[in-house]
């Protein structure tokens, strides 16, 4: 019952704030043509971010894990310049297509290898957002601290679902929460979020950690 009322709301709130966008219904559409798994971040957290990136008027945005693009089109929207790293040549093909004159750079590449070549080169991004391998979170987590501006800031998806998908007190493992919490470079949160999208149970539920990077 209470599962219902909240995915009521979320479809809701999703009907009434958001603003029509083709380029952003061409890249669903164009995604699921080609075959690509529908994984992306919701309507509503592509807006969040969106929003996030106006606030703080960032002008350079690293992506982990683009698929078809759909959530670098939220981020360039806003004028920022991405750069996304993507290690599926097909998914990146797609997203070049779904994201056609905006300022966006994809990487084809695996995250750890591309990551530390970013930060040879010295670059710096005013936010990082993290959607790739759920098993290489706090590797990438590392990197993205190290290749972000001071005072900006750093997402990770999914850390809900993966926290309890590999349930911490069954397999011993550290959480993604606990190794954040103890870095002393950043101050971190937990964002929950809902998607309706998916089938109404618990894997509606999940969130982002925020970071803000004190020191990198
Ligand atoms: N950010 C996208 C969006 O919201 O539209 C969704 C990304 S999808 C959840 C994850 C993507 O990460 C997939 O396209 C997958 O091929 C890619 N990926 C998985 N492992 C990777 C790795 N080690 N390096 C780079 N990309 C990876």
């Known amino acids: 019952e209470r599962l219902h009322l909240v995915a009521k709301l979320d479809v809701h709130a999703k009907e009434s704030l958001l603003k029509p966008n083709p380029q952003l219904d061409n890249a669903i559409s164009n995604s699921a043509k080609n075959g690509l798994p529908s994984i992306t971040v919701s309507e509503l957290q592509g807006q969040f971010l969106s929003i996030q990136c106006q606030l703080m008027n960032a002008k350079s945005v690293l992506e982990i894990g683009t698929l078809g693009g759909y959530s670098t089109i939220w981020f360039a929207s806003t004028g920022a310049k991405v750069t996304s790293i993507e290690i599926d040549p097909k998914h990146r ?84 929460f606990a190794k954040v919490g103890k870095d002393e470079r950043v101050q971190a949160t937990l964002v929950s979020t809902v998607n309706s999208h998916k089938q109404v149970d618990d894997d509606m539920y999940d969130g982002f950690i925020l970071a803000v990077v004190k020191e990198s």
């Open 93 to 176: 093909d797609v997203a070049l297509e779904n994201t056609k004159g905006l300022d966006v750079d994809i990487i084809l590449g695996a995250a750890l290898d591309v990551l530390p070549k970013l930060a040879e080169e010295g670059r710096k991004f005013d936010l990082v957002f993290i959607d790739a391998d759920w098993n290489e979170q706090w590797e990438y987590f590392q990197w993205a601290v190290k290749l972000t501006r001071k005072n900006g800031c750093i997402y990770a998806d999914n850390v809900v679902r993966e926290t309890l998908e590999s349930d911490p007190d069954v397999t011993g493992k550290e959480s993604l």
